[in-house]
């Protein structure tokens, strides 16, 4: 009788892994702020881009 022995983990193949919402801006990829301009009533608005994601809003 011959024995099988169970396949190395380190062998098989891995399985792809879907690329989850990044938990530092919870999949938006980045945020708006708002910022004085200097003058009265001038208000800008830019976009921000997650350092954690890079403004994709995927990790992994």
Known sequence: ??????PD??????TPTAAQ???????QGGSWVTND????GKIFREW???VGC???????
């Open 21 to 27: 919402d990044c938990g530092m801006c919870n999949g």
């Open 48 to 50: 921000v881009p997650c």
């Open 1 to 6: 009788m011959t024995a099988t022995l169970a």
């Open 37 to 40: 301009g200097g003058n009265p």
């Open 54 to 60: 890079k403004g994709t809003g995927k990790v992994g």
């Open 9 to 14: 983990p380190v062998s098989r193949p891995s």
